[in-house]
């Protein structure tokens, strides 16, 4: 965390917080030792021991590892060890909402006054493990996520690498707790960027937002003046994309700033402010806060490695890239799966085993019964440039086929497009064999990748740059992919060539993500997907809130 970000901390007030924690902890551990001394003695004490043993038995990973302690306490009693373990648990949960999480499930407030109100050995036991289980929650949330992400949405197909919580307990019991409790959130330079636009974003929500909305039914262009273009700039200097003016004509700065706001929100950079432009200015600093939630969320759902080498495919911004050690080393405009049911694309991770030149399109089958057999049924010869294959690979007839004799769930057959120039798939598709059949792939329909919002696939991501892609790919073991590439297509229909070292891949959904600079930029939520994600949240007890800096 910065200096910057740590001089914020002190200044609104953290200093103060941490003063009343230590008092409140002074005061519960006299409190506990004015009544008889338990905490002192509890760790010796057979009813402490046997508490714990009760209150643990319905939790097989308390039971275990309290059993090897003996049951003595982790967190109560009035040694050195278990003073700092509490403190550090305590401040953790004072400070889970600075990491998105619902501050009331951690109620450190209430833990004190139970471990204060302590009347015998047995309730101190009890309460030792109450907090490992509270602690393990807390663990659980912070570093792997509040939500199951496919109960919130059903094509989120990610594997959650939640942490072995006996573990958890074993480690932290052997660590200095504050630098414990440190290492449990991400730990990747996108999560400590989320962050920080986070506290930012809090003190423009106390401060009262980025101004008025820009009330505008035109657009507005270079050289308009109007009441509407100087609430535009007023907006656009609030959110610091250009310098103080008041000016309310339309001149050259202004269209520079919406221009590198157009950017930062993938919009076309053109510099006019229509409607599409002035709904994402419009957009309130809350929901921004929102957006970063969800990213934060999502980020912790992939708190793993994701590679060295690995592809990064973001749904919401239309672009595949190759990151190699944290760079993006390539990057290429895509177009992905339509708002439609069955056609939105899915998010999961998988590895690139191998790419296909020359290849042939093998229709999905639920596109030949949805949408081709309905053809074939008023004209055996329509979409002509598929052929429809047996089982056995052969081709079927198509004048001597009754197609209307089938429906969705008898039509036997399949359907492929050769190898050609306007072939569905292009010149090259990119394979990690998975069980939703989704890869990356050409396309002849070359115009899609001119339009802002690029979601008119059946699923698969397609790429604007394929041999590129294919190329950079491919540079890591042969010392001239161009030529490779070439020579290997020359061999005809569907060659396969092997990635030597497969590359991970990851499609994922982001509508708010950070810059290597530090910078922050949002997208639309094209498939509502973290609309759902955020009301999952605030149910738990997630909210936004405003912080003065």
């Given amino acids: 965390m910065g200096s910057r970000t740590i001089g914020r901390f002190l200044h609104s007030g953290l200093i103060q917080v941490l003063m009343a924690r230590f008092l409140r902890f002074v005061i ?73 999480l619902p501050a009331a499930r951690y ?65 932290f019991s052997k660590s200095t707790p504050t630098a414990f409790i440190r290492t449990l959130p991400p730990q990747s330079e996108e999560y400590a960027r989320l962050l920080k636009a986070k506290f930012d974003l809090e003190q423009i929500v106390a401060a009262g937002d980025w101004g008025a909305p820009v009330y505008s039914e ?5 050289g308009d003046s109007s009441d509407a273009v100087l609430a535009l700039r007023n907006r656009l200097i609030r959110m610091g994309y250009m310098r103080r003016t008041a000016s309310a004509v339309y001149d050259g700065p202004l269209q520079e700033a919406v221009q590198r706001f157009q950017l930062d929100h993938g919009l076309n950079p053109d510099g006019i402010a229509g409607q599409g432009t002035l709904g994402e200015v419009n957009v309130t600093a809350a929901a921004r806060l929102q957006s970063i939630f969800v990213a934060m969320e999502r980020e912790r759902w992939n708190n793993q490695p994701l590679g060295d080498r690995h592809i990064w495919v973001n749904l919401t911004d239309f672009t595949a890239k190759i990151v190699d050690h944290g760079e993006v080393t390539f990057v290429t405009r895509s177009v992905v799966g339509a708002n439609v049911e069955d056609q939105r694309s899915p998010e999961f991770s998988d590895r690139m085993e191998y790419m296909v030149l020359n290849p042939g399109w093998y229709v999905p089958r639920s596109i030949i019964v949805k ?40 039509f036997p057959f399949g359907m492929r497009e050769p190898p050609s120039q306007g072939n569905a798939l292009g010149e090259v598709k990119f394979m990690f064999p998975n069980p939703y059949n989704i890869y990356l792939h050409d396309t002849p329909s070359q115009s899609l990748f001119a339009k802002e919002v690029r979601a008119f696939s059946h699923g698969c991501i397609r790429l604007d740059d394929p041999r590129d892609f294919a190329y950079a790919l491919l540079a890591k073991q042969v010392s001239d992919p161009i030529s ?24 994922d959904y982001r509508t708010a993500f950070t810059t290597a600079a ?32």
């Fill in 107 to 171: 109620d450190s407030t209430a833990l004190e006054a139970k471990i204060r109100n302590a009347r015998s050995q047995a309730d101190l036991g009890q309460i030792d493990v109450e907090l490992s289980r509270v602690f393990l929650s807390y663990a659980r949330d912070i570093q792997t996520g509040v939500l199951v992400p496919g109960d919130v949405v059903e094509d989120i197909n990610r594997r959650v690498p939640h942490r072995d919580r006996g573990s958890i307990l074993d480690a």
């Fill in 371 to 410: 949408e081709y057999l309905p053809l074939l049924q008023e004209d055996p010869l329509a979409v002509s440039n598929l052929e429809i294959t047996r089982e056995d690979g052969s081709i079927v007839e198509r004048l001597g086929t009754d197609f209307s004799a089938f429906d969705e769930t008898t």
């Fill in 484 to 507: 490779y590439y070439a020579s290997m297509k020359a061999l005809g229909d569907e060659i396969e060539v092997r990635l030597e070292q497969p590359v991970p891949v990851h499609i």
């Fill in 518 to 549: 530090g910078g922050i930029e949002f997208r639309r939520d094209i498939y509502g997907r973290d609309a759902k994600i955020w009301d999952a949240l605030a149910r738990e007890g997630v909210a936004v809130r405003a912080v003065r800096g």
């Fill in 28 to 100: 519960a551990v006299f409190a506990a030792i004015s009544m008889g001394g338990p905490a002192a003695v509890a760790q010796e004490s057979a009813a402490f021991r046997q508490a714990v043993a009760e209150a643990a038995a319905g939790d097989r990973v308390l039971l275990n590892f309290y059993r090897d302690r003996d049951f003595t306490g982790l967190w109560i009693g009035s040694g050195k060890d278990e003073r700092s373990r509490r403190a550090a648990l305590l401040t953790a949960f004072d400070e889970a909402a600075d990491h998105g």
């Fill in 218 to 222: 035109v657009t507005l262009r270079p």
